[in-house]
C-alpha cells in the first residue's frame, strides 16, 4: 500500500483537525526514522494509522478488548489509551496491514511499553512532537530529539505521566513501567 492509498483510508475514519496531526505525525516520523536509522517506509504507514480508531465508538472498542484477549486492565483505565491497541487489531483487519512491527508501533503509542523497538520509540515521540502540537515542554522534547533519541523520550513520557498526575488522574502501569525501563537502562 502506497501513501496516498493509506492516507485515503484514514481520513475516512478521522475529523481535519486529526487527519493533519496524522500528517505531521507522518513526516516527524519519516525525518526521525531516516535520522536513527529506522525502515521509513514502515515509519510511515505506522503513523498514518495510528488514530485509525481514535473516533470508534467506546462500546466497539471494549467489545473489541474482551473479544481479542487484550488486557482487561485497559477497561479500568481512561478510554483514551483503548484506541492504540484496538488501532492496531482494526488497521489489520479492515485495512489489511499485517506487518507485526508496524502494528505494535500503533499498539503501544500511547502508554509505550518496557523493551520498545526503535519503530515504537520513533511512533511514540513522532505523535508527541510533531508540529501542530503546542503543549508546555515539547520545545524541550523536539531539541532533545533532534540528538539523542532516548533523551527526547524519556522527557516525553515524563512529561505525559506527570501532566496526568497534577490533573489527578490514574496513571495506566504500563505508562510507569515504560518511564522505568527507560530510566533504568540509559546508557
Ligand atoms: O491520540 P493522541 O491524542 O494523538 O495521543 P496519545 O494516543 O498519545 O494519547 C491519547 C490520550 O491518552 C492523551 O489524552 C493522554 C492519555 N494517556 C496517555 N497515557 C496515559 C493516558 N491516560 C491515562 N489515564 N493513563 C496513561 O498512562
Ligand atoms: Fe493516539
Ligand atoms: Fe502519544
Ligand atoms: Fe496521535
Redesign the pocket.
Known amino acids: 500500500m502506497n501513501r496516498e492509498q493509506a492516507l485515503a483510508i484514514v481520513k475516512e475514519q478521522l475529523t481535519e483537525h486529526r487527519y493533519l496531526?496524522t500528517v505531521g505525525v507522518m513526516e516527524t516520523a519519516i525525518n526521525l526514522a531516516a535520522k536513527y536509522g529506522a525502515d521509513t517506509k514502515k515509519a510511515e504507514l505506522a503513523a498514518i494509522f495510528h488514530?485509525y480508531a481514535?473516533f470508534r465508538p467506546k462500546e466497539e472498542m471494549r467489545e473489541i478488548i474482551i473479544k481479542e484477549g487484550m488486557p482487561s486492565e485497559l477497561l479500568e483505565?481512561?478510554s483514551?489509551?483503548w484506541?492504540?491497541p484496538v488501532g492496531a487489531f482494526l488497521t489489520e483487519k479492515e485495512a489489511g496491514i499485517n506487518d507485526k512491527e508496524v502494528l505494535d508501533a500503533i499498539r503501544y503509542?500511547?502508554?509505550g511499553r518496557p523493551g520498545m523497538v526503535l519503530l515504537e520509540k520513533i511512533i511514540y515521540l513522532a505523535?508527541y512532537i510533531e508540529p501542530g502540537r503546542h503543549f508546555p515542554g515539547v520545545g524541550e522534547v523536539r531539541d532533545l530529539a533532534e540528538t539523542n533519541l532516548n533523551k527526547a523520550l524519556i522527557k516525553a513520557v515524563q512529561n505525559?505521566i506527570m501532566f496526568?498526575m497534577k490533573k489527578g488522574?490514574?496513571?495506566?502501569p504500563a505508562?510507569f513501567q515504560t518511564y522505568n525501563d527507560l530510566v533504568m537502562n540509559k546508557e
Request: proline fraction near 5%; hydrophobic fraction near 25%.
Open positions: 496531526h488514530d481514535k483505565y481512561n483514551e489509551l484506541h492504540a503509542h500511547t502508554s505523535d505525559t496526568l488522574q490514574p496513571v495506566f505508562s
